[in-house]
Structures are given as C-alpha cells and as structure tokens.
C-alpha cells in the first residue's frame, strides 16, 4: 500500500481514534486528520518492523487496526504535551 494509502487511512483512523480516545483531546478536525495520517504512517512502519503488516501490504483487517493504534498512541502523546485532560476546561 502505497503513501497515499495510508494518508487516507489516516483521515479514517484519526476520526475513529478520536471516537475510542475518551476526553477532550482539542485542536480540531484539522488536528485530528494530521495527527490521524502521522498515527496512521506510524502505526504501518511500527507494524513492518514486528511483522504485523507492511506499508506496502493492501487494506485489510490488521492495517486498518494498525493505524488506529497508531492514531491512538499519536493523541494520547498530543494530550500529554498539550497537557489536555478530560475533565478540564
């Protein structure tokens, strides 16, 4: 699966992830695309190095989990620099 791929999985994964991530993690739909498409990328390259998948595999099942993971672990470390919690305005 080629770059563009995964940077339109990105889009798709960064709105999932930030259904499943509870809080408010801010920064807008913009954000999230950006965040979505660098998990996304992260999450394929992370995937290829433990032989989960590969950027070049096709869409399937365990990419598109891949790139939510990937979506996932990016907000969780853009809450933690940002300092966003749930709870706090």
Known sequence: MGIISWIVLGLIA?????????GRQGGGIIVTIILGIIGAILGGFLG????IG???SVFDIGTIITAIVGALIVLFIYGAVTGRKGARR
């Open 14 to 22: 960064g709105a999932l992830a930030k259904l499943i991530m509870p």
């Open 48 to 51: 290829s190095l433990v032989g």
């Open 54 to 56: 590969s950027l070049e």
